[in-house]
């Protein structure tokens, strides 16, 4: 069973940084993308960054590049994700997520394992 914790989220000013974490365990995630979504009130959650967790090969959400840095440190089993120049359209629930795959993906019902999910709240 892949079980998916976030921590990190917090609030912060415009321009502020925070950065989330996503500790992993239950699975040996060499076939694993690690995704990080987010969901807005009243919005469908939408896709911000993944990484492929054996290549570390990466993608971002257009609104993120340049600001967003998602990595991995396999010996603690724990995906980031740096943000950086964070504006008020950045908040939002932050949710981890794993998907068992060779091909890193997007799409939200792609994923297979989710977190609860850690608030992100950014103050103009």
């Known amino acids: 069973q892949v079980r998916l914790v976030e921590s990190g989220g917090g609030l912060v000013q415009t321009g502020g940084s925070l950065k989330l974490s996503c500790v992993v365990s239950g699975s040996t995630f060499s076939s694993f993308a690690m995704g990080w979504f987010r969901q807005a009130p009243g919005k469908e959650r939408e896709f911000v960054a993944a990484?492929?967790?054996?290549?570390?090969?990466?993608r971002y959400a257009d609104s993120v590049k340049g600001r967003f840095t998602i990595s991995r440190d396999n010996a603690k089993n724990t995906v980031y994700l740096q943000m950086n120049s964070l504006k008020p359209e950045d908040t939002a629930v932050y949710y981890c997520a794993a998907d068992e795959t060779m091909v890193l993906r997007v799409g939200v019902t792609q994923y297979d394992y989710w977190g609860q999910g850690t608030q992100v709240t950014v103050s103009s």
């Open positions: 990484i492929m967790w054996r290549s570390g090969y990466t």
